[in-house]
Nanobody, 126 residues
Framework: QVQLVESGGGSVPAGGSLNLSCICT??????????MAWFRQAPAKGREFVAGITWSGTSTRYADSVKGRFTISRDRAKNTVYLQMNSMKPEDTAVYYC?????????????????WGQGTQVTVSS
């Protein structure tokens, strides 16, 4: 059984920063070689890709709207992926979800991902 648990959400003013974390666990396994990604979903909008990283951590991908402001990284020893969000804007307000692809692909389509966390709320005030 695979579980993803996000943390680090909260409320910040525009221009502020947050660092999200997602721990991935799989029963019976201490090492998980999944590609990981962050998605977000604002009220009345679809779920959109934010950033993704390969299992090795050597390749990353970002949505144009967050390039230069957000950084995705991972600690393989801890099976944890992070999303450092800087220079935040009100339009970044959404529920942020962590996702895992067991085939190791960093895709932008949410349908490509096999496992999802429960989400964490991020609110940026103007």
């Amino acid at each position: 059984q695979v579980q993803l648990v996000e943390s680090g959400g909260g409320s910040v003013p525009a221009g502020g920063s947050l660092n999200l974390s997602c721990i991935c666990t799989r029963s019976g396994y201490s090492f998980i070689n999944y590609a990981m990604a962050w998605f977000r979903q604002a009220p009345a909008k679809g779920r959109e890709f934010v950033a993704g990283i390969t299992w090795s951590g050597t390749s990353t991908r970002y949505a144009d709207s967050v390039k230069g402001r957000f950084t995705i990284s991972r600690d393989r020893a801890k099976n944890t992926v992070y999303l450092q969000m800087n220079s935040m804007k009100p339009e970044d307000t959404a529920v942020y979800y962590c996702a895992a692809d067991r085939w190791g692909r960093v895709a932008v389509a949410s349908s490509e991902y096999d496992y999802w966390g429960q989400g964490t709320q991020v609110t940026v005030s103007s």
